[in-house]
Nanobody, 119 residues
C-alpha cells in the first residue's frame, strides 16, 4: 500500500526556516520522481517543488531561491528545506510521487504537515 508520512512543520516567524521530511512506502522510491505540494483552505493544492530520480529539480516561481528539495534513496525520504519564509507560505504541505508534468500520481495523500509563518 502506498503511504506518505510528512513531518517537520510548525510555527515560525517571517524570515525563518523549516525542514520538512516525507517518508514514502509502497513505491519503488529510487525510481520515482517526487514532489512537494501545499494547500490553503478554500484553494486548490499547488505544486511547490519536484525532484526526479536523477536529482534534477524544479520549483514554483514563488519559492525559487528560498526552498530546496532533496532526497535520500536509502531512507525512502524526500526533504524540503524552506528558508526566508513568508506569511504567504502558510499552508499544509504534502508529498507525493509525481509524473513528468508534476502531477501527483497517487490519490492516497498523507496527513500533511502544517506550516504557519506569522509574527
Amino acid at each position: 500500500q502506498v503511504q506518505f508520512v510528512e513531518s517537520g512543520g510548525g510555527l515560525v516567524q517571517p524570515g525563518g526556516s523549516l525542514r520538512l521530511s516525507c517518508a514514502a512506502s509502497g513505491i519503488i522510491f529510487s525510481n520515482s520522481a517526487m514532489g512537494w505540494y501545499r494547500q490553503v483552505p478554500g484553494k486548490q493544492r499547488e505544486s511547490v517543488a519536484g525532484i526526479n530520480y536523477y536529482d534534477s529539480t524544479n520549483y514554483a516561481d514563488s519559492v525559487k531561491g528560498r526552498f530546496t528539495i532533496s532526497r535520500d534513496n536509502a531512507k525512502n525520504t524526500v526533504y524540503l528545506q524552506m528558508n526566508s519564509l513568508k506569511p504567504e507560505d502558510t499552508a499544509v504541505y504534502y508529498c507525493n510521487a509525481r509524473d513528468w508534468r508534476g502531477r501527483p500520481l497517487y490519490d492516497n495523500w498523507g496527513q500533511g504537515t502544517q506550516v504557519t509563518v506569522s509574527s
